[in-house]
Structures are given as structure tokens and as C-alpha cells.
T-cell receptor, first 113, second 114 residues
């Protein structure tokens, strides 16, 4: 089975800290996504990447950046964490001839104090 | 950009009864995929059902079925014979055929009551 691993399940950081959230997949998937999940707002797309060093802004990219130096790893970076970035962050990847299968990490609950 | 709307933040149903969750979407694409995902308290996303837009037949998976109305851009989920284990947050999702963009709705919290 495909595995999508997020490095931390829970994370507590302070305002102004630089935060790295890592997502690693164990197959040769091209498309990877970062979402944040907030009550009543569903999953909102932050960034996605369709290949190494390629990235596209999602719906709410402000305050975030990403890095994809290797195909298996897609990192989400909070340059200067703020309290409104407290949220659950979910990584996903798609696979299939037409990208029709989805796989998810187990999520990282980030609290910024 | 595609949008997905779930207009029911919360729903409840009695065990063994039937419930329908609504989802509408907006796109200019002709070919795409639609999904319903279930998220229990463990936070793991579990695929419930998938529909390919070019297939007219509605997808079914045991007690779960969809009513896919392409012209109306509607994709509702029907759960028959509801079970306590169906209690979860349900998300509707849209995927472009290129697989390059995946959009979710706001979610519907379903509670099955004994």
C-alpha cells in the first residue's frame, strides 16, 4: 500500500518561529498537496506541486511557502508562525493514469502560541 | 478555479434509516472525478465512493450510493441502513482529470443516533 507520512502528529510552536511540516510518500507520485483543515471551512488548499521544484499556489498561500527538492518529499514552511495559523495540516498525493487515486497523511495538529 | 459546496454543516439520522448528504460544485471542465470521503475522529481520510464524470451510471458501494447530476453539477451521497460507525465528518471532493488540483467542500458532520 502507498504510504504518506507526515513527520509530526502534534506540534506546538511560538509566534514568530519558523516551522517546517514534512510530508513523505513512498511511491513515485508526481502530485502532492498541502491543506489546512478548520471547523466549518473544510480543507483549503495551500500549495500543490506536480513535479520536483514545481509548485503552484492554492487558495490560501499567504504566510506559507513550500519546497520540493526531491520527488518523495513536499515540505510546508511557515516563515514566521502566527496564531491564526493554528490548524490541522493535511498532506495528500494522487496517483493513477489520470491521477484519480488519492492518499492522505494522518495530519499534523499545529498550535501556535 | 473549481469550487465545492456542502450546504449542510450538520446532519443526524436514526440508526437503520436513510440519509442524504448534498454536494454541489462549479467547474468548466468536462471530465473530472468526484469523491466522498469520511473522516472519523482518528482524522484519517477514508474513501467512501468515487464517481467519474464521463460515466453516466451512479456509483454504488454497498450501503453507499450517489446521485450524480452532471448538468446540475450536483453529487449527493445516500447512506442506507445507517450504522453507528457511520458517524463522522463527510467531505465531498473534486479532482481534475490531470490530477493536478484537488478541491474539497466544507464538510458535513453526520451523527447516527441509536
Amino acid at each position: 500500500d502507498v504510504k504518506v507520512t507526515q513527520s509530526s502528529r502534534y506540534l506546538v510552536k511560538r509566534t514568530g518561529e519558523k516551522v517546517f511540516l514534512e510530508c513523505v510518500q513512498d511511491m513515485d507520485h508526481e502530485n502532492m498537496f498541502w491543506y489546512r483543515q478548520d471547523p466549518g471551512l473544510g480543507l483549503r488548499l495551500i500549495y500543490f506541486s506536480y513535479d520536483v521544484k514545481m509548485k503552484e499556489k492554492g487558495d490560501i498561500p499567504e504566510g506559507y511557502s513550500v519546497s520540493r527538492e526531491k520527488k518523495e518529499r513536499f515540505s510546508l514552511i511557515l516563515e514566521s508562525a502566527s496564531t491564526n495559523q493554528t490548524s490541522m495540516y493535511l498532506c495528500a498525493t494522487t496517483v493513477g493514469a489520470r491521477g484519480e487515486k488519492l492518499f492522505f497523511g494522518s495530519g499534523t495538529q499545529l498550535s501556535v502560541l | 478555479a473549481q469550487t465545492v459546496t456542502q450546504s449542510q454543516p450538520e446532519m443526524s439520522v436514526q440508526e437503520a434509516e436513510t440519509v442524504t448528504l448534498s454536494c454541489t460544485y462549479d467547474t468548466s471542465e468536462n471530465n473530472y472525478y468526484l469523491f466522498w470521503y469520511k473522516q472519523p475522529p482518528s482524522r484519517q481520510m477514508i474513501l467512501v465512493i468515487r464517481q467519474e464524470a464521463y460515466k453516466q451510471q451512479n456509483a454504488t458501494e454497498n450501503r453507499f450510493s450517489v446521485n450524480f447530476q452532471k448538468a446540475a453539477k450536483s453529487f449527493s451521497l445516500k447512506i442506507s441502513d445507517s450504522q453507528l460507525g457511520d458517524t463522522a465528518m463527510y467531505f465531498c471532493a473534486f479532482l481534475e482529470t490531470s490530477g493536478s488540483r484537488l478541491t474539497f467542500g466544507e464538510g458535513t458532520q453526520l451523527t447516527v443516533n441509536p
